[in-house]
């Protein structure tokens, strides 16, 4: 096996250039890595993991020879974007080369409100261009000023829009991938609007994306705007109406709960000490009308900036999604998290959560929207009442088991729970299409390099010691 893994770093290093064949030392240890630490279960199982090499293609010509190579030294192929990902997506369980997108980063076109770029195309520098032709993206994460395009759609599932547009998932924000088939002589497969979703949340196991479109929405110029008050569950009436103001143009609604925003070093001179606070992004020219009916419910604005156009910090959303749970690892690393969508019986759940675990939840809420229906161009109707409540809330981390137990609880309750402390896809979100993702994989990736690992019910993984479950 060493044989085989030195005459492949040869091949490689012939194949990219030297530069870019990494094969050890502290670089190759960052490519091996993302941020699954924020799950001390994932520290336990991933600490140690690590890529033989890690190679960084600067062409579609180069990325075809770097995956022929590894289709015929039978070695694991890992794709990476930026790492920013918390579930070790982009972790190499069995070793083998990691694939770095960065220089795969062009943006191909920005026309009539779809972008065409790149997988390893920064979502940040994608906003930036967008909204000089008067677009912006439909949903980002919180770590969009790095995260990559191609990272974002195989380890993500929605954030930053996603109260206006729904996640990744929602019909017609992907309109195509393209994916690049590990074989002998790989292939490059489109899949359009629907079909796309073979592709999208499945950590790179279905193909590698190489290229994405993706809709756009109008431009907005926004206010970033703190609400606060003394109450939370005065806050939480006003934050969760508010989502549901569909004549307000939003970008993100987040309610933290008290100590939450204390984390928040940045923030600590707007902020007033014991008091839960809400984040919203709203169209500017609305902010007057937002605060006056912040105020008039006895919620206060105790922030508000406009967005720069183009985009430069500060961010509010800095501080949003899992930027929070890094906020407060930072401030105390006890604290772990868990990803929830709540029903609409969502403050029983919390008066539930709080009798049953008292002290050990903290509740960070993001709204977000359901069922969107596209409409006559880029109009979104929506009901109301399918605007979701999520969040991540923060949990004090005492044992697995007691980790265990608040898990079981959320699904007792029906809080569903996309579980951030497994590397398996499918404990992780919603997979309703995972017949198709298996079979599409079979497809592309004959020999199971892709991502080994990953996808737990995929009944064929060379490098495990046993079958995976069917």
């Known amino acids: 096996m060493v044989a085989r893994t030195d005459e492949l770093k040869t091949e490689l290093r012939a194949l990219v250039g030297a530069d870019n064949l990494i094969d050890g030392g502290d670089a190759l240890e960052a490519l091996s890595k993302d941020f699954y630490w924020y799950s001390p279960v994932l520290r336990r199982q991933l600490d ?26 039978r070695v694991p192929v890992v794709a990476r974007g930026a790492g920013t990902g918390n579930y070790g997506q982009c972790v190499p369980l069995y070793g083998g080369v990691v694939i770095d997108f960065s220089r795969l980063d062009r943006i191909l076109s920005l026309d009539g409100g779809v972008a065409r770029v790149e997988a390893g195309a920064r979502l940040g520098t994608i906003e930036a261009e967008a909204r000089k032709s008067g677009w912006e993206l439909r949903c980002m994460p919180s770590t969009w000023v790095k995260s990559t395009m191609g990272g974002f759609l195989c380890g993500g599932s929605g954030g930053i829009g996603s109260i206006t547009w729904g996640g990744i998932n929602a019909p017609g924000n992907v309109k195509s991938v393209a994916m690049l088939t590990c074989e002998e002589e790989p292939r490059l497969i489109r899949l359009e609007e629907a079909e796309s979703l073979k592709a999208l949340h499945a950590y790179g196991t279905t193909g590698l994306m190489v290229e994405v479109e993706m809709r756009l929405a109008p431009k907005v110029d926004y206010d970033q705007l703190i609400l606060s008050a003394p109450d939370w569950d005065r806050l939480l009436d006003w934050t969760d109406a508010a989502a549901r103001r569909l004549e307000w143009r939003k970008r993100l609604v987040t309610q933290f709960e008290w100590p939450i925003p204390s984390y928040f070093k940045p923030l600590a001179r707007h902020l007033r000490a014991g008091e839960p606070v809400s984040f919203l992004l709203i169209d500017r020219a609305q902010t007057p009308e937002v605060v006056a009916s912040a105020s008039s419910a006895g919620v206060d604005c105790v922030f508000q900036k406009p967005l720069a156009d183009p985009p430069r910090p500060p961010f509010i959303t800095d501080y949003t999604w899992n930027h929070t749970t890094l906020w407060a690892i930072k401030a105390d690393p006890t604290v772990t998290y868990i990803q929830a969508g709540f029903g609409p019986g969502f403050r029983g759940q919390f008066a539930e959560l709080r009798r049953r675990f008292p002290g050990e939840i903290l509740l960070h809420l993001e709204w977000t929207a359901g069922n969107a229906k596209m409409m006559r161009g880029n109009a979104v109707w929506m009901n109301p009442d399918e605007v979701v409540v999520g969040g991540i809330p923060l949990v004090f981390f005492r044992s697995e088991g007691r980790l265990n137990e608040i898990l079981a609880c959320c699904e007792e309750i029906g809080v569903f729970i996309a579980n951030p402390h497994t590397v398996h896809l499918e404990e992780g979100g919603r997979h309703p299409n995972i017949a198709d993702k298996r079979a599409f994989k079979e497809r592309v990736d004959p020999r199971a390099l892709l991502n080994p690992g990953k996808m737990k019910t995929y009944p064929v993984n060379p490098f495990a010691r046993e079958p995976a479950a069917t």
Do not use: H, Q, T
Not at 48 to 61: F, L, T
């Open 48 to 73: 140690g993991k690590r890529a033989d090499m890690a190679a960084r293609p600067g062409s579609m010509e180069e990325l075809r020879a770097v995956v022929a190579a590894c289709w015929r030294a």
